[in-house]
């Protein structure tokens, strides 16, 4: 999934889409780009990208509303671009469903390898046989139709989320690594001070909170790691 992937860019700046744009297109991407949330939103509909890049900071509709709106229909990967320094939106843009971001001012190649390691994710999570099934106590995945169930009731998980369940699931009750998780999740490496696992993590614990009284919960292990529990 990387050579002939559709990424569409969405972005006020129209100089960075063009030079992204020749950038992504030398990489083998298909590109197309946005000036606004409005616009993003109808392209997206229409030509089915496979990942979006989309900036925070734009006038009308800025990044975190837009991307709100693009997961009531959505569950494309979505790149978020956010200023240096600006924590908050890194963290509301995971929590809106955003698969990972990156602080301008970034360098190209730097762009390229997320792009890359959200497009291998995928990629493996295609394969997946038609009928498999992880089950733990009230909780059921069907990693091939990327759907996740508890008692009954289906959890609006983004992409990082639902990998980052099945994962848990597959081994109720053993800690699994940040590590490993977030390669699973993001598909990159963990580096130093990298909250967005933790943000993931926590939006899915709130995400299996609202589902009901369950006995389903993830457990933080200091200096491990996270595992599923089945009260």
């Known amino acids: 999934m990387a050579q002939g992937s559709k990424i569409l860019l969405v972005d006020d700046d129209r100089a960075l889409t063009e030079m992204l744009s020749e950038l992504l297109q030398t990489e083998g991407y298909e590109c197309t780009a946005a000036a606004s949330g409005s616009e993003g939103l109808l392209k997206e509909r229409e030509e089915k990208p496979d990942l979006v890049i989309l900036d925070v900071m734009m006038p009308g509709d800025d990044g975190i509303s837009t991307l709100r709106k693009l997961r009531e229909t959505s569950e494309v990967a979505v790149l978020m671009l956010t200023a240096m320094g600006e924590d908050d939106d890194r963290v509301l843009g995971l929590e809106a469903g955003a698969?990972?971001?990156?602080?301008?001012?970034?360098?190209?190649?730097?762009?390229?390898?997320r792009i890359q390691a959200i497009l291998r994710r995928l990629a493996r999570a295609k394969p997946v046989e038609a009928g498999l099934k992880?089950?733990?106590?009230?909780?059921k995945i069907e990693p091939s139709?990327?759907?996740?169930?508890?008692?009954?009731?289906?959890?609006?998980?983004t992409?990082?989320?639902?990998?980052?369940?099945?994962?848990?699931?597959?081994?109720?009750?053993?800690?699994v690594s940040r590590e490993e998780l977030t390669q699973i999740a993001l598909g990159r490496e963990l580096s130093p001070y990298d909250r967005a696992l933790d943000t993931h993590v926590s939006h899915l614990r709130n995400k299996l909170g609202k589902a009901g009284d369950s006995p389903v919960a993830i457990r933080s292990v200091r200096g491990a790691g996270y595992r599923l529990v089945i009260d």
């Open 159 to 175: 992409g990082a989320e639902l990998r980052i369940l099945e994962s848990l699931a597959s081994t109720p009750g053993e800690i």
């Open 99 to 113: 698969d990972d971001y990156l602080a301008k001012p970034f360098v190209a190649r730097e762009l390229v390898l």
């Open 134 to 139: 992880i089950q733990a106590g009230p909780l």
């Open 145 to 157: 139709k990327e759907r996740a169930q508890l008692d009954g009731a289906i959890l609006p998980l």
